[in-house]
């Protein structure tokens, strides 16, 4: 079992930052794949950017790349989502993602392949 706990989304104006964190606790181990989702109203969850515990090797979707940055201590246990020039289109409520799979089921951040998930965070980007 993993617990998943989100802070740091808030309304910012385009062009903005905001750094999102994710602490996990329970079973946290090497092979645990941890990730950021979003959901618009009215779209599907989508993935926004992983990071695979064992080799931190990371993934991003493209509307984000260049923009957003995960990283993840693992003395803390937590995984960051630092979101810069940010654009109306980021908004969202974003959620923390983290299950036990192999590196490139978790760079595909497919939604269904993960158990355990937070509450969410809402980012709000005003223009």
């Known amino acids: 079992q993993v617990q998943l706990v989100e802070s740091g989304g808030d309304s910012v104006q385009a062009g903005g930052s905001l750094r999102l964190s994710c602490a996990a606790s329970?079973?946290?181990?090497?092979?645990?794949?941890m990730a950021w989702f979003r959901q618009a109203p009215g779209k599907e969850r989508e993935g926004v950017a992983a990071i695979y515990a064992s080799d931190s090797s990371t993934y991003y979707v493209d509307s984000v790349k260049g923009r957003f940055a995960i990283s993840q201590d693992n003395v803390k246990n937590t995984v960051d989502l630092q979101m810069n020039s940010l654009k109306p289109e980021d908004t969202a409520m974003y959620y923390c993602a983290a299950d036990f799979l192999l590196n490139g089921d978790c760079l595909a951040m497919v939604a269904s392949n993960f158990d355990y998930w937070g509450q969410g965070t809402r980012v709000t980007v005003s223009s």
């Open positions: 329970g079973d946290t181990y090497s092979s645990l794949c």
